[in-house]
């Protein structure tokens, strides 16, 4: 394995949303055995490592996100010994391998949540918090007469960090998983551990649609700071250069800036772009904002276009055919960005967001919420592997979630060695992409986003006109059409000769 230093600052990790990765045992769930079958594609694809989402024995009432016990593998996607497996060849193949550790809440069928109450936040009348998947943050638990908390599903109680046994177990179970080789963690709701010891009501009224935590202020309480202290030196500890990855869920990044300072998270979740137009000015603002206030700590902002919470990139941008030739200009784009880039599981493949039927559809924030949100599964549906096979090469079974029958055209199988498809594109882009070094924006013309890495220039035109490419060798375009111009909503890099 390569061991540069601080090899995460500039590295490209996928993420695998392992339920609908590769199905090896035909159940229609993606496991571990299917990842590591799948582990030179991903190889041959040039990403640095890989994000798994929980894969822990959990009832699934968030798909994983409510997790039963720490420290084994759900029977539906494995065991140790194929996670095991799965981390020595994904170290052979020099791919970082991270897991995601979910310490702000446990599924009610942990068995703290039973045996060991006191490691929750009780209290005799709720508060006005609401739930981020909809209705009141408290349930009333009839054998204690008390109520619980849970800033997720009822089924996901929150954990007391006030209590030290808490933190106690959380280091255990951290060593556990740094101890069987994995190169760091993706902290879920990293923001939220520590709540405001009295639990005083919030200010209304709550925005209902916000996925961001910036109006919470019963959270990002000072005590968890010294908490990730403690867990970077923990993680430093360990050879390897190991990452502690926070999903700290502000939009303002000036927020996310205070868990990144050098002796705290190696790296938090800037998800600005996520939630950005296609709009030039706003884009670049965007960019700017986030190094600015990253920057001042001393940190580097990691780019994000795509993830399991939220609708796939191209249906963001318009759907259709200007969705999907945004979509493939803003890799470009992403690609070109100094810091770490996280891809999600079939954005290589340009996926549109999967139109569902309500009865096919699992994920509780649809259910809870009667469709006032639309729901997480269309962004989630399996990765189709091969055109023309059964479940598209995910699955000889079932697919927990149906894949769109006219999903052929953008398979693995299809796309592989097809010249001008995103597939290439991504595989270019990743094989050609800049590292280290500063951004320097250049003059363009209205609606252009030109940019310089080092030698190569990253041109993107979000206007409705075509423009000349700046200056340079023409080394990658989002689109064939992009010759001499470059046409709306495409992209092109270029390298420029010596000065
Ligand atoms: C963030 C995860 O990405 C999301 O899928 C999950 O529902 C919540 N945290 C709660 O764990």
């Known amino acids: 394995m390569a061991e540069s230093k601080q090899w995460w600052r500039d590295a490209v990790l996928y993420e695998i949303y392992v339920r609908s990765f590769a199905d090896s045992d035909g159940d229609g769930l993606g496991d571990l055995q299917g990842i590591r079958s799948r582990l030179p594609y991903l190889r041959g694809l040039g990403v640095d490592g890989l994000w798994l989402t929980p894969f822990y024995p959990s009832p699934g009432h968030d798909h994983g996100y409510d997790v039963a016990d720490y420290v084994d593998v759900d029977p539906r996607f494995g065991t140790l010994t194929d996670f095991d497996a799965l981390v020595a060849d994904a170290h052979a193949l020099g791919l970082r391998l991270i897991v995601d550790i979910v310490p702000n809440h446990t599924s009610n069928e942990h068995a703290w949540f039973r045996e060991r109450r006191d490691l929750y936040v009780w209290r005799d009348e709720p508060n006005n918090w609401p739930s981020t998947f909809g209705g009141p943050a408290w349930t009333f638990d009839e054998e204690r007469g008390r109520w619980y908390l849970h800033l997720f599903a009822p089924e996901q109680p929150d954990l007391d960090w006030h209590n030290p046994e808490v933190p106690a177990e959380f280091e255990a179970i951290l060593r556990f998983w740094l101890d069987r080789g994995v190169d760091g963690f993706r902290i879920d709701v990293a923001h939220a551990l520590y709540k405001d010891a009295e639990l005083r009501d919030e200010v209304e009224p709550f925005p ?13 309480r000072p005590e968890v700071h010294p908490l990730y202290r403690g867990w970077r030196r923990l993680v430093d500890s360990y050879p390897g250069e190991r990452v502690l990855v926070g999903e700290v869920v502000f939009s303002d990044p000036a927020r996310v800036a205070p868990y990144v300072r050098p002796d705290e998270l190696h790296l938090a979740f800037n998800f600005t772009l996520l939630f950005e137009v296609w709009d030039a000015e706003r884009l670049r603002a965007t960019i700017n904002g986030s190094r600015a206030a990253l920057g001042d700590v001393g940190a580097t902002p990691t780019w994000v276009l795509e993830n399991h919470d939220v609708t796939r990139l191209p249906t963001r941008y318009a759907g259709g055919e200007p969705g999907r030739r945004r979509a493939r200009a803003a890799a470009l784009l992403l690609l070109a960005l100094p810091g770490p880039v996280f891809l999600y599981q079939g954005q290589e493949l340009g996926l549109e967001e999967a139109e569902l039927d309500d009865e096919d ?3 509780p924030i649809f259910f809870r919420t009667h469709g006032a949100r639309t729901g997480r599964d269309g962004c989630r549906v399996p990765v189709p592997w091969t055109d023309g096979a059964p479940g598209f090469g995910f699955t000889t079974g079932s697919p927990w979630l149906p894949l769109p029958a006219d999903w052929g055209g953008v398979a693995v199988s299809a796309q592989s060695g097809a010249a001008g498809s995103t597939l290439e594109l991504y595989r270019r882009a990743l094989a050609l992409r800049p590292r280290g070094g500063g951004l320097a924006w250049r003059d ?48 092109a890099w270029l390298r420029r000769g010596a000065a």
């Open 208 to 220: 209902v649609t916000a996925f961001s935590s910036d109006w919470r202020a019963g959270i990002d």
């Open 444 to 491: 363009g013309p209205p609606g252009s986003l030109v940019l310089a890495r080092g030698d190569l220039t990253c041109a993107v035109n979000v206007s409705g006109e075509p423009f000349p490419l700046p200056p340079g060798e023409l080394v990658l375009a989002s689109d064939p059409s992009v010759q001499d111009n470059l046409a709306p909503d495409t992209a």
């Open 361 to 363: 559809r699992q994920d």
